[in-house]
């Protein structure tokens, strides 16, 4: 099994922040990873798919990169809205998917 | 708009069965396959597996075979999840989220999802 490992589990920041959350895969997946974000007491949203991609009416501050096994999340600059718990998932293994430990990220 | 509407919270003993219902609206419902995601209070994501609205293929989670079976009513575009022998641990917010596929292995994310269905056991 793939597994996916997220870095850091939780993050401080305030509003205005670059703040870029990692995604290690235990093998090579290509590109296919995506991002989810999760508020609280909501189901989660996709936010990046195929690595890079960002889904349509996601703001543009947020992008991914990444290939093989390392990629990242980032945010340009957070905004009060962007709060949230965040995860990555690998497709490779469609249709076994694996999604990462989550990222906390909290308002400083 | 593409949507899936979850059954309601459900309280249940230890032993036994529960099962989950995701109707889904705004698309051609064979043309996706449908995951199930399950998350304890407090914890992540869990992947608990998929099911093909077209022929009704299944992939389960290896910890989770044995105890799950998904399955689907093209009828009325309804995917269904059920749990059999249900423990304390299997307490859980559970996920329906359509499997979109564009065409190419390994292409695929969740988008959209349910909303999510509390699923309590307890004695």
């Known amino acids: 099994d793939i597994q996916m490992t997220q870095s850091p589990s939780s993050l401080s920041a305030s509003v205005g922040d670059r703040v870029t959350i990692t995604c290690r895969a235990s093998?090579?997946?290509?590109?296919?990873l995506n991002w989810y974000q999760q508020k609280p007491g909501k189901a989660p949203k996709l936010l990046i798919y195929?690595?890079?991609s960002l889904q349509s009416g996601v703001p543009s501050r947020f992008s991914g990169s990444g290939s093989g096994t390392e990629f990242t999340l980032t945010i340009s600059s957070l905004q009060p809205e962007d709060f949230a718990t965040y995860y990555c998932?690998?497709?490779?293994?469609?249709?076994?998917?694996?999604f990462g430990q989550g990222t906390k990220l909290e308002i400083k | 708009q593409v949507q899936l509407v979850q059954s309601g919270a459900e309280v249940k003993k230890p032993g036994a069965s529960v099962k989950v219902s995701c109707k889904a609206s705004?698309?051609?419902?064979?043309?996706?396959?449908i995951s199930w995601v399950r998350q304890a209070p407090g914890q992540g994501l869990e992947w608990m597996g998929w099911?093909?609205?077209?022929?009704?293929?299944?992939n389960y989670a290896q910890k989770l075979q044995g105890r799950v079976t998904m399955t689907t009513d093209t009828s009325t575009s309804t995917a269904y999840m059920e749990l059999r022998s249900l423990r304390f641990d299997d307490t859980a917010v559970y996920y329906c989220?359509?499997?979109?596929?564009?065409?190419?292995?390994?292409?695929?994310?969740?988008?959209?999802w349910g909303q999510g269905t509390l699923v309590t056991v307890s004695s």
């Open positions: 989220a359509r499997d979109y596929y564009l065409g190419v292995r390994g292409r695929n994310w969740f988008d959209p």
């Open positions: 705004g698309y051609t419902f064979t043309s996706y396959g």
């Open positions: 099911i093909s609205a077209y022929n009704g293929n299944t």
């Open positions: 093998q090579s997946i290509s590109s296919y």
């Open positions: 195929a690595a890079s």
């Open positions: 998932q690998q497709s490779y293994s469609t249709p076994s998917y694996t």
